[in-house]
């Protein structure tokens, strides 16, 4: 399977500090994204790595990719209360998108 | 507002009930997808239509029968359904297939 499998399941950290979560997966991939979700509500786009990149900035997010270890991880840097909810990698294929179980990140006040 | 819109947001039903759920984008994307979230599990993929041809059907019991009538609905529709199917119901599209996704606020299902 392509899935990506999200390390850790939990983090908590506290507000400022930087949270780093990894993705690794199995098969050759066009694409990895990542996404956002808060509590019972819709998955939002964070960034997306193309398979020919290693590194991609958005704000406070910085996603690396590395193909060779069929890994990627997202850092969130001086986190806030806001940051707190489930992230998920998701790999895309030559047709679709499957998501990882994702991580639930806590930020302490 | 993502731009993808279902309604309702949340749903009650028995088991002998028929509802359907409705998805609306006006993003111009040309990809819908259905997918389910229950409680510790990743998000499975439902269905998936490409410029309203279903072209994938990930093994769904047909008690879950999509419809897709133009590139800016989805619905699902849903009868006899068990109490396993409660979960989070959510809707997404994409430009094409492989772009990143933009999804619905989704919703609560609940099977009684």
């Known amino acids: 399977s392509q899935q990506g499998e999200e390390d850790p399941q939990a983090l908590s950290i506290q507000e400022g500090e930087n949270a780093t979560m990894n993705c690794s997966y199995k098969t050759s991939i066009n694409n990895l994204q990542w996404y956002r979700q808060n509590s019972g509500r819709g998955l939002v786009h964070l960034i997306l790595?193309?398979?020919?990149?290693r590194e991609k900035h958005s704000g406070r997010l910085r996603v690396t990719l590395d193909t060779s270890k069929k890994s990627s991880s997202l850092l969130i840097t001086a986190s806030r209360a806001a940051d707190t909810a489930s992230y998920f990698c998701a790999t895309a294929g030559a047709s679709k998108i499957i998501f990882g179980s994702g991580t639930r990140l806590s930020i302490r006040p | 507002e993502t731009g993808v819109t279902q309604t309702p947001r949340h749903l009650v039903m028995g088991m002998t009930n028929k509802k359907s759920l409705k998805c609306e984008q006006h993003l111009g994307h040309n990809a819908m997808y259905w997918y389910k979230q229950s409680a510790k599990k990743p998000l499975e993929l439902m269905f998936v239509?490409?410029?309203?041809?279903?072209?994938e059907n990930n093994s769904v019991p047909s008690r879950f029968s999509p419809e897709c009538p133009n590139s800016s609905h989805l619905f699902l529709h849903l009868h006899t359904l068990q109490p396993e199917d409660s979960a989070l119901y959510l809707c997404?599209?994409?430009?094409?297939?492989?772009?990143?996704?933009?999804f619905g606020s989704g919703t609560r299902l609940t099977v009684v």
């Open positions: 997404a599209s994409s430009p094409g297939q492989g772009d990143g996704y933009t």
């Open positions: 790595i193309r398979s020919n990149e």
């Open positions: 239509y490409n410029f309203k041809e279903q072209t």
